[in-house]
């Protein structure tokens, strides 16, 4: 988990920083995994269809599933904190 935190002036202790929201930090790294997840599908696709791998094929497909599953997720995630 990421989080932001800022000195304060006075005690020197840390304190969260209020102009960040922990929602819109924890949303890009879960966007950017499932991304990652994506193209590693493709590619594990597209090496299986390469040399014949039905295993390492199917297994690429598979992983691009999850990732846009979990793409959808945080999508419907978005949507209920735009409100």
Known sequence: MLTIRVLSKSAGKPVRSPRRKRGLVMG???????????????????????TDNERLTTEGQKDQIAADAKQVGENVKDEFRKD
């Open 28 to 50: 890009l790294d879960d966007r950017l995994r499932n991304d990652a997840q994506h193209a590693e599908g493709r590619l594990k696709e597209a090496a299986g269809k390469a």
